[in-house]
């Protein structure tokens, strides 16, 4: 007889893990993306409708995981502060990604985090590999509030998507 982890798991936790896998879905948008260990969790149909909710995209207060690759977090961080300081080079952007995010979402970031003060933290959440695609979902802490970060590396290691959004 198989066990349903979900049933040791209180309901606030499980209510965690739902919006944790939405974020990860709308996040990566990737189909067949293979969730690091720390990050996956599986969704019962109760779960699935939770998830599909409109409040599933509101931050949750969710635990981060091991960040096995601290060289891709200070390239983050890096990356940050660039667009802060607009100091953004278009070449870390792959075509596609420049005519999404280049300058006008940029621009709204930037503002959007400069109100925010100086970045203090930032945590994994989620990684995920879709390919060759590595997508990264991380919390970012300011000074005076708390932002979303998702973004995805090509294989060539230009940043293919990027969407930062203000928690506040």
Request: net charge positive.
């Amino acid at each position: 007889m198989s066990k349903n982890p979900m049933k040791s798991i209180s309901r606030t936790r499980q209510s965690k893990i739902c919006t944790m896998s939405a974020l990860l879905a709308l996040a990566f948008n990737c189909s067949g993306c293979s969730v690091s260990a720390e990050s996956s969790n599986m969704l019962s149909a109760t779960e699935s409708q939770t998830a599909a909710s409109p409040n599933a995209t509101a931050t949750p207060d969710i635990a981060g995981i091991p960040d096995n690759e601290p060289k891709v977090t200070e390239d983050i961080r890096l990356l940050v502060q660039n667009i802060i300081d607009n100091r953004i080079s278009p070449d870390a952007f792959t075509a596609k990604a420049q005519a999404a995010v280049l300058p006008t979402a940029l621009q709204q970031m930037r503002t959007a985090m400069q109100r925010l003060g100086s970045l203090k933290q930032l945590q994994l959440l989620a990684r995920a590999v879709d390919g060759e695609d590595r997508h990264y979902r991380y919390r970012l802490k300011f000074d005076g509030g708390v932002m979303m970060l998702a973004m995805s590396y090509n294989k060539g290691g230009k940043i293919d998507r990027l969407a930062i959004t203000d928690t506040n």
